[in-house]
Antibody
């Protein structure tokens, strides 16, 4: 079964770019009809969906972050990545990567595998 | 954005007793294909969220049959027939009808 692991710096300076990678193991990142998503969760708060990339490379982003976020897929490394620029303290959160798998005949991709999460703190 | 509202936000339950969580959406999650684009996730303490139910009423792989999901349109319910100690955590509903996907505030289930 698939496993996901986030990696990247745990501390980012304000106004800089937050860059995270999610390594997919146990199968090819393009080995099925998947959406690969990034989500985040500030301390003691709820979940926010950031955006997704399909195995085809097409993307969708949360409009609240759209101007600052880029999600891409790298088939050579079996990873997908998140770049969030111009960060502020409000971007401090645990960041999760997750896989959405197509449910047959439904056009829906529930998030069936999640990484363990990585805490990113924005501070000078 | 679609607003998801859960109740209650805190749910203390005696082991062996049933539990129920409500989730309401600001617009119908029922698509023309007949599916409700509503999932339930459980975030156990110190863990990442895990999928419990998808498309309203389908249990994810490995989820015990004491969990059930129901509802359609804008009103949904997650039920646990007999709560066990391992069920503690925060339960979230999430809509997938349109991006951005949005979550409810979460319902924290604790054992009495």
């Amino acid at each position: 079964q698939g496993q996901l692991q986030e990696s990247g710096p745990g501390l980012v300076r304000p106004s800089q770019t937050l860059s995270l990678s999610c390594t997919v193991s146990g199968g090819s990142i393009t080995g099925g009809n998947y959406y690969w998503s990034w989500l985040r969760q500030p301390a003691e708060k709820g979940l926010e969906w950031i955006g997704r990339v399909h195995t085809s490379g097409s993307t969708k982003y949360n409009p609240s972050l759209k101007s600052r976020v880029t999600i891409s897929i790298d088939t050579s490394t079996n990873q997908f990545s998140l770049n969030l620029n111009s960060v502020t303290a409000a971007d401090t959160a645990v960041y999760y990567c997750a896989r959405g798998t197509l449910v047959y005949n439904s056009d829906w991709f529930p998030l069936d595998y999640w990484g363990q999460g990585i805490l990113v703190t924005v501070s000078s | 954005d679609i607003v998801m509202t859960q109740s209650p936000l805190y749910l203390p339950v005696t082991p062996g007793e049933p539990a129920s969580i409500s989730c309401r959406s600001s617009q119908s999650l029922l698509r023309r294909n007949g599916y409700n684009f509503l999932d339930w996730y459980l975030q156990k303490p110190g863990q990442s969220p895990q999928l419990l139910m998808y498309l309203g009423s389908n249990r994810a792989s490995g989820v015990p049959d004491r969990f059930s999901g129901s509802g359609s349109g804008t009103d949904f319910t997650l039920k646990i027939s007999r709560v066990e100690a391992e069920d503690v955590g925060v339960y979230y509903c999430m809509q997938g009808l349109q991006t951005p996907y949005t979550f409810g505030q979460g319902t924290k289930l604790e054992i009495k």
